[in-house]
């Protein structure tokens, strides 16, 4: 029996989860110009970060549906803050327009202080 909750897993040790984002991404800009939704937002994975084309990628989407960046909120969880090469995009992608939330805040993984260096981030609380 295939169980979804393992499909994120599979992709990340894959390597297909940049290709899924990327198309997640995708179809919810795509939904967001059919309807009259005002934001849109995707959980991406710290694999998407470090390649040096995961901005771009995103650029070029909100471009091909002629969205603005700040209707794109990209989702990261805590654990991601601690990685040098997500920061570094993530700030460019927020430069850009787009909208950050640290899903699962409070993990322990960063601090407050550490938190408040972001580019205004908006945070979920962790559920433990």
């Avoid at 909750?5 to 939904?31: D, G, H, V």
């Avoid at 998407?48 to 650029?59: D, K, S, T, Y």
């Avoid at 850009?96 to 960063?110: E, L, N, P, R, W």
Wanted: charged share 20%; net charge neutral; aromatic share 8%.
């Amino acid at each position: 029996m295939w169980i979804v909750s393992n499909l994120i897993p599979i992709a990340e040790e894959s390597q297909l989860i940049r290709k899924l984002n990327l198309f997640t991404i995708e179809q919810a800009c795509k939904y967001a110009t059919v309807g009259e939704l005002k934001t849109v937002a995707v959980k991406v994975s710290s694999k998407n970060f470090g390649h040096g084309l995961f901005v771009q990628e995103v650029v070029e989407i909100l471009q091909r549906f002629n969205l603005p960046p700040q209707c794109l909120v990209l989702e990261v969880f805590e654990d991601m803050l601690s990685k040098k090469r997500c920061v570094d995009e993530l700030y460019q992608l927020v430069e850009f327009g787009c909208q950050i939330t640290v899903a699962d805040f409070g993990m322990g993984h960063i601090s407050i202080s550490e938190l408040r260096a972001l580019p205004n981030p908006k945070t979920k609380v962790g559920r433990s």
